[in-house]
């Protein structure tokens, strides 16, 4: 699951977690790796990231989703959890 939140550096953040229950007003998404794990969010956070690519990244001191690139944010932070809305 994706949600948006407010908070970071920039003012918005991303969150991502397992979740097993998928809500009626959620939107899907189907990701094209291997395994083709499905990305659910919530209706409020779809208008924060919609447009957007998430990428599952490997390091050596971690193992993570990420959003790669968010056609609605302005600018992100180099943390890359964080980023600002276009208005």
């Known amino acids: ?3 948006v939140e407010g908070g970071g550096c920039s003012g918005f953040q ?3 977690s397992l979740d ?6 959620d939107r899907q998404g189907q990701t094209g790796g291997v395994g083709g794990a499905r990305v ?3 209706v409020d956070s779809l208008a924060f990231v919609k447009g ?3 990428d599952f990244s490997q390091e050596l001191i971690r193992s993570s989703f990420q959003v790669v690139s968010n ?3 302005e600018k992100g932070c180099s943390c890359g959890t ?6």
């Open 1 to 3: 699951r994706l949600q």
């Open 14 to 16: 991303y969150k991502f």
């Open 20 to 25: 097993t229950v998928i809500h009626p007003d």
């Open 40 to 42: 659910v969010v919530d």
């Open 52 to 54: 957007s690519l998430v």
């Open 71 to 73: 056609p609605q944010a």
């Open 82 to 87: 964080s980023f600002s809305i276009k208005f």
